[in-house]
């Protein structure tokens, strides 16, 4: 299992690492040290993993605004000095809160929830549940996307689509013949206008077409990259979420 810590106090993550090392409830194949909440940002805009352990205090802000920037059901064991925050964390996939200093034997109870909760409960029917019912809720499908170029509206059909993504406060439609024009909508909400059997959300930036993807590059199980022509000029490495790896796969390969 591929665990990982988001704290930023040096002596805090050695003593929780020890503790890891030593238990034998959960089998630790790599560990991820993450010390502020840009790291962190940026190792699940790429990666994942199978537990975090969080503190919520970081030196640049708060933890749980990384849920704000990156799409998480990775289950979560917050570890923190305080005690008002026990309410907001289970808004998200929480097995345990445990308060600093914690003994041995509070980092074990927490690690036998988790185990418990992972053997009962799956939860990647329930996520391809929810994508199919985003993807199919829309009555009317789009074929065709209305853009600006210049002081002219331009009319884009869906297979001369490669990808919608989102950069900042803007989504973006980039043509399989490479122009990017800025389209009027938002990431969350235009899924829901197209036609799943040509377009998949494949992460929180991007929703690409099918005929778009050159090679799918499996890193591991839990990590896939696709390569998409044309090229985008962001984001150049484009990695399936984990919890869609699998539909996504599969509507490839459909």
């Given at each position: 299992?591929?665990?990982?810590i988001?704290?930023d106090?040096?002596?805090a993550v050695?003593?929780l690492k020890?503790l890891?090392?030593?238990?034998?409830?959960?089998?630790?194949?790599?560990?991820?040290?993450?010390r502020?909440k840009?790291?962190a940002?940026?190792?699940?805009?790429?990666?994942?993993?199978?537990?975090?352990f969080?503190?919520?205090?970081?030196?640049?802000?708060?933890?749980?605004e990384?849920?704000?920037?990156?799409?998480?059901?990775t289950?979560?064991i917050?570890i923190?000095?305080?005690?008002e925050?026990?309410i907001r964390?289970?808004?998200?996939?929480?097995?345990?809160y445990l308060?600093?200093?914690f003994?041995?034997?509070?980092?074990?109870?927490?690690?036998?929830?988790?185990?418990?909760i992972?053997n009962?409960?799956?939860?990647?029917p329930?996520?391809?549940?929810?994508s199919?019912?985003?993807?199919?809720s829309?009555?009317?499908?789009?074929?065709?996307?209305?853009?600006?170029?210049g002081?002219k509206?331009?009319s884009?059909?869906?297979?001369?689509?490669?990808?919608?993504?989102a950069s900042?406060?803007?989504?973006?439609?980039?043509t399989?013949?490479?122009h990017?024009?800025i389209f009027?909508?938002?990431?969350?909400d235009?899924?829901?206008?197209?036609?799943?059997e040509?377009?998949?959300?494949?992460?929180r930036k991007?929703?690409?077409?099918?005929?778009?993807v050159?090679?799918?590059?499996k890193?591991s199980?839990?990590k896939?990259?696709?390569?998409?022509?044309p090229?985008?000029?962001?984001?150049?490495?484009?990695?399936?979420?984990?919890p869609?790896?699998?539909e996504?796969?599969?509507?490839?390969?459909s």
């Amino acid at each position: 299992m591929k665990i990982a810590i988001i704290e930023d106090e040096l002596l805090a993550v050695n003593y929780l690492k020890n503790l890891l090392d030593q238990q034998s409830i959960v089998p630790v194949t790599e560990t991820a040290i993450l010390r502020s909440k840009k790291q962190a940002i940026d190792f699940f805009g790429k990666d994942s993993a199978d537990l975090i352990f969080m503190d919520i205090h970081l030196g640049d802000g708060m933890s749980l605004e990384i849920f704000e920037h990156v799409e998480l059901f990775t289950p979560v064991i917050f570890i923190t000095a305080f005690d008002e925050y026990a309410i907001r964390v289970f808004r998200h996939f929480t097995i345990d809160y445990l308060l600093k200093p914690f003994e041995e034997e509070d980092l074990h109870k927490a690690l036998q929830k988790f185990i418990s909760i992972r053997n009962n409960f799956d939860p990647e029917p329930v996520l391809k549940s929810v994508s199919a019912l985003q993807q199919n809720s829309s009555t009317e499908i789009m074929k065709r996307f209305m853009v600006r170029e210049g002081n002219k509206l331009k009319s884009i059909d869906e297979h001369n689509t490669a990808y919608f993504f989102a950069s900042g406060k803007y989504l973006f439609l980039t043509t399989v013949d490479h122009h990017t024009y800025i389209f009027d909508d938002t990431i969350k909400d235009i899924i829901l206008k197209l036609n799943p059997e040509v377009f998949f959300k494949v992460n929180r930036k991007f929703i690409i077409n099918k005929n778009a993807v050159t090679e799918i590059i499996k890193h591991s199980s839990q990590k896939v990259e696709l390569k998409l022509a044309p090229q985008p000029e962001v984001d150049a490495e484009i990695f399936i979420s984990k919890p869609q790896i699998a539909e996504c796969l599969s509507w490839l390969n459909s």
